[in-house]
């Protein structure tokens, strides 16, 4: 049995490969997205527990694809965690505006990543 459904958002497919291979390894059931669009098409029909997103992409960068969920009925309540190469103060300040939840910085440490989903996770499945 699956510990819950996680959406990989980035348009770097070595990136979305090796994080869905150790959400995978921990129980928990992936589904992926290599842009924007996708993301969001994904996030409606699959209603993800926990989405982790870029902000670095084409066809919606993670700040439109945040706001668009957090305007719909469907995700506005789903947490998201940006794991960015994007480290200035203004992508920062605008991640927590828009609801998100932790903002993880390239290259990350995987035990940071799992425990953070991990978190949220627990989080969700409590309400």
Same mark, same amino acid.
Request: net charge neutral; hydrophobic share 45%.
């Given at each position: 049995?699956?510990?819950?459904?996680?959406?990989?958002?980035d348009d770097e497919a070595d990136i979305v490969k090796t994080v869905s291979l150790r959400l995978k390894?921990?129980?928990?059931?992936?589904?992926?997205? @290599?842009?924007?669009?996708?993301?969001?098409? %994904? +996030?409606? &029909?699959?209603?993800?527990? !926990?989405?982790?997103? $870029?902000?670095? @992409?084409?066809?919606?960068?993670?700040?439109? %694809? +945040?706001? &668009?969920?957090?305007?719909? !009925?469907?995700?506005? $309540?789903?947490?998201?965690?940006?794991?960015?190469?994007?480290?200035n103060e203004n992508d920062y300040q605008r991640a927590f505006e828009e609801g998100v939840s932790k903002?993880?910085?390239?290259?990350?440490?995987?035990?940071?990543?799992?425990?953070?989903?991990?978190?949220?996770?627990?989080?969700?499945?409590?309400?």
């Open positions: 049995m699956s510990k819950g459904k996680v959406l990989v958002v390894s921990r129980g928990y059931e992936v589904v992926t997205a @290599m842009d924007g669009v996708q993301a969001t098409n %994904v +996030a409606f &029909r699959e209603k993800p527990d !926990v989405i982790i997103l $870029d902000i670095g @992409m084409p066809a919606g960068d993670g700040h439109t %694809v +945040a706001k &668009r969920l957090a305007e719909s !009925v469907q995700t506005f $309540d789903t947490p998201i965690i940006f794991l960015t190469a994007r480290v903002y993880i910085a390239k290259p990350y440490k995987p035990e940071e990543l799992l425990s953070s989903v991990d978190e949220l996770m627990q989080r969700v499945q409590k309400v």
